[in-house]
T-cell receptor, first 115, second 118 residues
Framework: EDQVTQSPEALRLQEGESSSLNCSYT??????LFWYRQDPGKGPEFLFT???AGEEKEKERLKATLTKKESFLHITAPKPEDSATYLC????????????????FGKGTKLSVIP | GAGVSQTPSNKVTEKGKYVELRCDPI?????LYWYRQSLGQGPEFLIY????????DSGLPNDRFFAVRPEGSVSTLKIQRTERGDSAVYLC????????????????FGPGTRLTVL
């Protein structure tokens, strides 16, 4: 069964303490892996898309990497404003239309960065 | 440019009432999706539109839920005879039809509508 698992469920870091969040997936024929950030009371905000194993993308203090079984979101020297829930998602089923897929999400990792 | 917008931001209703939730996608995005998110969970797929037609409604939990997109832009999610279990955040997303290098296109989400059924 296709699924997405994120770990840890929650992570508490001191400001400046680097760490990584994990997203493991079991999907045949991966058509991309998406990372989103979600602040309380808001919708998911797009961060990265990774399409192939070995691919890496960076944005400010965040770097996302992808292997054939999992993705990591590395956070370097985090700041309090990085506190949020980070969601990963994979396209599960293709709809009619070339790039349109139903996304399956993990439950997210709630990151708290303490000053 | 403007992102996905959803109205209302909050909706409180009584059990058994009818509600409508509105989504205005990013201009030019052909694909539109509705998801539902419960506390502590990731969003779960409800329904997908390509243009005006519902191409996949397999995520709708039962026949009390219905959605339309009559002109291929704005969409409305309709819930009849609401139940307390319908309480959740309802998210709308839109995307271009084509992704990169044959992969899935990126979905951009709105702020959501928080529905509370008393």
């Amino acid at each position: 069964e296709d699924q997405v698992t994120q770990s840890p469920e929650a992570l508490r870091l001191q400001e400046g303490e680097s760490s990584s969040l994990n997203c493991s997936y079991t999907v045949s024929g991966l058509r991309g892996l998406f990372w989103y950030r979600q602040d309380p009371g808001k919708g998911p905000e797009f961060l990265f898309t990774l399409y192939s194993a070995g691919e890496e993308k960076e944005k400010e203090r965040l770097k996302a990497t992808l292997t054939k079984k999992e993705s990591f979101l590395h956070i370097t020297a985090p700041k309090p404003e990085d506190s949020a829930t980070y969601l990963c998602a994979v396209p599960l089923r293709r709809h009619s239309g070339a790039g349109s897929y139903q996304l399956t999400f993990g439950k997210g990792t709630k990151l708290s960065v303490i000053p | 440019g403007a992102g996905v917008s959803q109205t209302p931001s909050n909706k409180v209703t009584e059990k058994g009432k009818y509600v409508e939730l509105r989504c205005d996608p990013i201009s030019g995005h052909t694909a539109l999706y509705w998801y539902r998110q419960s506390l502590g969970q990731g969003p779960e797929f409800l329904i997908y539109f390509q243009g005006t037609g519902a191409a996949d409604d397999s995520g709708l939990p039962n026949d009390r839920f219905f959605a339309v997109r009559p002109e291929g832009s704005v969409s409305t999610l309709k819930i009849q005879r609401t139940e307390r279990g319908d309480s959740a955040v309802y998210l709308c997303a839109s995307s271009p039809l084509w992704g990169t290098s044959g992969g899935a296109s990126t979905q951009y989400f709105g702020p959501g509508t928080r529905l509370t059924v008393l």
